[in-house]
T-cell receptor, first 114, second 112 residues
């Protein structure tokens, strides 16, 4: 158990809908990263937050957004869902030290868009 | 940007044999190289990592080697066991607190 929690574990929804995925980092970690894992694209970085502020963006669609709250949990919002958005979504957190490289992943949310 | 290639995509070994997975990276500025193990239905688990100021690192049956000149790094698993069966991912990043760029993964099957 990495200490990173994600809810829900599974999510099934229809095209055009909007969903919110939730992540709580390990106790004391300030950085949260979101990654998408699909069969054809592998693990791809979406977005990073550090202590409430957006720090970096990767291959994140405009239909997707995220935020990190004062208690450091993060939410990933996916809207106008398409079939191709079906994937596993992971968050990871990183120790607060500026020199820390390690990232610890949560169990993921499996999103199925029908 | 950084690109990480991983080989082989599948690897089958007998219990007790060694397994080697190789990765190459493109950005010479990358200096952190972790390996993750992902079991079915679970998130990636960090199993070992190496920084560019080190050539080799061992942790019991697993080891990672890094060749900065050639820009490649490898995962070595000795005395494989059935519970080593999983998908293994290599990754690279350029500095602390930045995103990881992952390889496509290697599915390791260990048969008893």
């Amino acid at each position: 158990d990495s200490g990173v929690t994600q809810t829900p574990k599974h999510l099934i929804t229809a095209t055009g809908q909007r969903v919110t995925l939730r992540c709580s980092p390990r106790s004391g970690d300030l950085s949260v990263y979101w990654y998408q894992q699909s069969l054809d694209q592998g693990l791809q970085f979406l977005i990073q937050y550090y202590n409430g502020e957006e720090r970096a963006k990767g291959n994140i669609l405009e239909r997707f957004s995220a935020q990190q709250f004062p208690d450091l949990h993060s939410e990933l919002n996916l809207s106008s869902l398409e079939l191709g958005d079906s994937a596993l979504y992971f968050c990871a957190s990183s120790p607060r030290q500026a020199s820390a490289y390690e990232q610890y992943f949560g169990p993921g949310t499996r999103l199925t868009v029908t | 940007g950084e690109n990480v290639e991983q080989h082989p995509s599948t690897l089958s070994v007998q219990e007790g044999d060694s397994a080697v997975i190789k990765c190459t990276y493109s950005d010479s500025a990358s200096n952190y190289f972790p390996w993750y193990k992902q079991e079915l239905g679970k998130g990636p688990q960090l199993i070992i990592d190496i920084r560019s100021n080190v050539g080799e690192k061992k942790d019991q049956r697993i080891a990672v080697t890094l060749n900065k000149t050639a820009k490649h790094f490898s995962l070595h698993i000795t005395e494989t066991q059935p519970e080593d069966s999983a998908v293994y991912f290599c990754a690279a990043s350029g500095q602390a607190g930045t995103a990881l760029i992952f390889g496509k993964g290697t599915t390791l099957s260990v048969s008893s």
